[in-house]
């Protein structure tokens, strides 16, 4: 099948219905303007916290294990929160009506976490937000060798093990992605339905210097501080299991869930329901109603309407 598309569009009822709700929740003046300034309040507080994070690693001696590993595991954290709460919402240019402001917040939070900004912001706004639970079209569920996450993939004899140990595959998610997601995704030529016909230059230049970047802050200069290599890379790893867990259970039920759907193409490549409906009925809201939950994660459990905007 050479293209997936969707049946009717903007002219449907549920969109008319929906985009008239939208307009006028952000037409109310004093929502917005609270709106803005919990979003930059948060954004200069996780920014704070995350370089505060590493002032305490570099500047204050950590005699006991225990201490380094608290340093790794705030700066983990406070990554991740900004991730939340900056990156991904620049990364759709929805951060602030300025795309430049966009721009550098989204590619300085994100590739801090040593993951490129760059290859994300493809694979996540071409092909996972147009398509989401579509095998062959969606790049978060495509092409993984070890878990089964669409209904559709092909059922292989490992499979039917991995309740068993697919928390293992978990564990090391952030860190698989650092030094092998990535560096897939810059050679390989199809990545779902993105075709690679080779990136810039100037790009893969940035590629190694952020990963090189990452690594000297948080292995090399340690160990300049004279920490033990064991103590670095113990507290390196657990970082990235812990990251790993927060990141996995916060968004995996999004859209991997017995309530979503994972729609198919019919014979023409059309899927059965408008873009609209096929947001709403592939991605899961949870806690969408809780403070807590809107404040730390930055509306990412309220992903229907996340998706669909």
């Excluded at 992605?177 to 993105?194: C, G, P, Q």
Aim: hydrophobic fraction near 45%.
């Amino acid at each position: 099948m050479d293209k997936i598309r969707f049946s009717a569009g903007r002219s449907s009822l549920f969109f008319r219905t929906l985009d008239q709700e939208v307009k006028e929740t952000l037409l109310n003046e004093t929502t917005l303007k609270a709106a803005k300034r919990m979003l930059w309040g948060k954004a200069i507080m996780y920014f704070i916290l995350h370089i505060a994070a590493y002032c305490v690693l570099y500047i204050f001696t950590h005699h006991s294990f225990a201490g380094l590993l608290t340093s790794y595991l705030a700066i983990g954290i406070t990554g991740i929160l900004l991730g939340f709460n900056v990156s991904h919402d620049a990364c759709h240019d929805a951060f602030s009506k300025n795309k430049t402001v966009n721009h550098w917040l989204y590619h300085l939070s994100f590739n801090l976490q040593g993951t490129n900004a760059f290859l994300w912001q493809i694979r996540h706004n071409s092909s996972h937000h147009v398509f989401p639970n579509v095998d062959g079209c969606d790049a978060d569920i495509d092409n993984n060798p070890f878990i089964r996450l669409s209904p559709q993939h092909e059922l292989k004899k490992h499979h039917r093990f991995q309740q068993y140990y697919s928390i293992l595959v978990y564990c090391m998610y952030t860190l698989h992605w650092l030094l092998v997601k990535d560096v897939l995704y810059l050679f390989r030529k199809r990545v779902a339905n993105i075709r690679n016909d080779g990136y810039p230059l100037s790009q893969v230049l940035l590629f190694v210097g952020w990963k090189l970047l990452y690594v000297t802050v948080l292995i090399t200069v340690p160990l300049l501080l004279e920490y033990q290599i064991g103590d670095v890379l113990l507290c390196f790893l657990v970082m990235h299991v812990i990251n790993s867990l927060i990141f996995i259970h916060t968004l995996i039920a999004t859209h991997l869930s017995m309530e979503t759907q994972f729609p198919k193409a019919d014979a023409g490549g059309f899927l059965p329901n408008d873009y609209y409906a096929h947001q709403l009925s592939t991605c899961l809201d949870y806690a969408p109603t809780s403070k807590l939950c809107n404040f730390f994660l930055g509306g990412f459990n309220a992903h229907a309407a996340h998706t669909g905007s």
